[in-house]
């Protein structure tokens, strides 16, 4: 958390917010936080930076520079959003700052597991993901395919994000619920119908959650800090004893790969 739909929203709205602005400062609080390169050489990099574009790869959020790429990736409570230039809020949890032409780019990180890279070009960092669950190489020949390698639940083969990038708890347990799946099935086992529904459910649910701006249970926020809206269409993921929205049976956790898996024990067996 935050997963695709989550990241996807944000670059919506730093679309709209940051690009064509130029970097004019650069405030690191906590120096961890910048995963390469140095932190001064972070700072002295950006400084006079124009923001071209913003796009997303899997989980990591990428702003395009005059010269080279900036990535973020928010990990567990990372949030990363605009606001006026005058001051900020969440001192206490922020951890690098960018003064904007007429904004300021925060990211803040209770947890501090977020990371920002300063690269020259974003494939360096990126170049292990596999393919985007919503683009047209994602199809369910190709899903068979990668998870007929598999021997571990498909639960953990989907969050493997060298064969499907951005996928996480949340979306995994929505899909596998979706497709009637259970999360400790072989990944191995699926058959060729199977995977066309797992593929096909794979793509609604994120689909669904990025028109709802998200999920957020705790941390979450969009790029202007907003709280998203999905929650309440979950049919699983977080309802632990609640009824199955289609059989009325309790819905049950169990671990799968140290992941708590959320599931209904009659719809997915």
């Given at each position: 958390?935050?997963e695709l ?6 670059v919506?709205?730093l ?8 970097i ?51 990990r ?70 990668v ?123």
């Amino acid at each position: 958390m935050p997963e695709l739909p989550e990241v996807e929203t944000v670059v919506r709205d730093l679309r709209q917010t940051v690009v064509g602005q130029t970097i004019t400062g650069v405030h690191i609080y906590w120096e961890r936080s910048i995963a390469t390169p140095t932190a001064g050489e972070f700072r002295a990099e950006l400084l006079g930076q124009r923001i071209e574009g913003a796009s997303r790869r899997g989980k990591f959020i990428i702003l395009h520079l005059t010269s080279g790429d900036l990535l973020i990736h928010l990990r567990m409570t990372g949030r990363l959003y605009v606001a006026a230039r005058e001051g900020h809020t969440d001192q206490q949890h922020l951890r690098v700052a960018l003064d904007l032409s007429d904004s300021r780019l925060l990211f803040v990180d209770m947890r501090k597991f977020g990371r920002l890279y300063r690269v020259p070009d974003a494939a360096t960092v990126l170049r292990s993901l596999g393919v985007e669950p919503l683009d047209a190489e994602f199809t369910p020949e190709y899903l068979r395919r990668v998870l007929s390698r598999r021997r571990s639940p498909i639960k953990a083969a989907l969050l493997d994000q060298r064969l499907v990038a951005g996928i996480g708890n949340i979306y995994a347990d929505e899909a596998l619920y979706s497709a009637r799946l259970a999360p400790d099935r072989p990944a191995s086992s699926l058959t060729a119908g199977e995977a066309e529904a797992l593929q096909r459910a794979i793509q609604h649910e994120l689909e669904r959650a990025i028109q709802d701006r998200g999920t957020t249970f705790s941390d979450y926020r969009d790029g202007r800090g907003r709280a998203g809206e999905h929650r309440r269409h979950l049919h699983v993921y977080g309802r632990i004893g609640q009824p199955c929205r289609r059989c009325g049976a309790p819905i049950e956790r169990m671990r799968i790969a140290g992941r708590g898996s959320y599931h209904c024990p009659c719809c997915q067996k």
